[in-house]
């Protein structure tokens, strides 16, 4: 199943793709969402919708203690919105520390930290994708009794 993945943030949307089957994703595109997320709503929705994808993982913010705070309510309510838009499942990923882990590999790779910014969105949502086809795994397994 095509999948994608979406890294809510004020100023910018990170978006990837990926194939459950084989729990591999990629890097799709950034969306500019010009202080709000909200503003972004319809060109992300349009993109799952032409990319025909049947799983879009929002990331949620926890807080560290798994909490939830003002920005992990916001995305629930950008979530309960995208999925009228879409006629797909739509579920949400624990994102904590994807953007650190997305900074610390595109450091790895010898990526200057002032390049970051055009793909570290795109990144994480690589991570909260690959993080929700794993879970998706787990529980196709979990019912078919492996």
């Known amino acids: 199943m ?15 793709l990926g194939e459950s089957e084989s729990l591999m994703a990629w890097p799709l595109r950034t969306v500019e969402a010009g202080g709000d997320p909200f503003f972004a709503l319809d060109e992300v929705s349009e993109i799952a919708i032409e990319e025909g994808v049947g799983l879009v993982a929002v990331g949620l913010p926890l807080n ?3 909490s939830f705070g003002p920005s992990a309510r ?3 309510r950008w979530k309960e919105a995208f999925e009228k838009m879409v006629p797909c499942r739509v579920e949400t990923a624990d994102e904590r520390l994807t953007t650190l882990s997305a900074h610390r590999e595109l450091e790895s790779m010898g990526m200057r930290a002032n390049r970051h910014m055009r793909v570290v969105d795109q990144l994480s949502a690589v ?5 929700a086809m794993e879970r998706e795994r787990g529980r196709k397994s979990a019912g078919s009794g492996q």
């Open 64 to 66: 560290m203690d798994g």
């Open 127 to 131: 991570m909260i994708l690959q993080s």
């Open 2 to 16: 095509k999948c994608m993945g979406v890294d809510l943030g004020k100023r910018r949307i990170g978006l990837a």
């Open 74 to 76: 916001a995305a629930l």
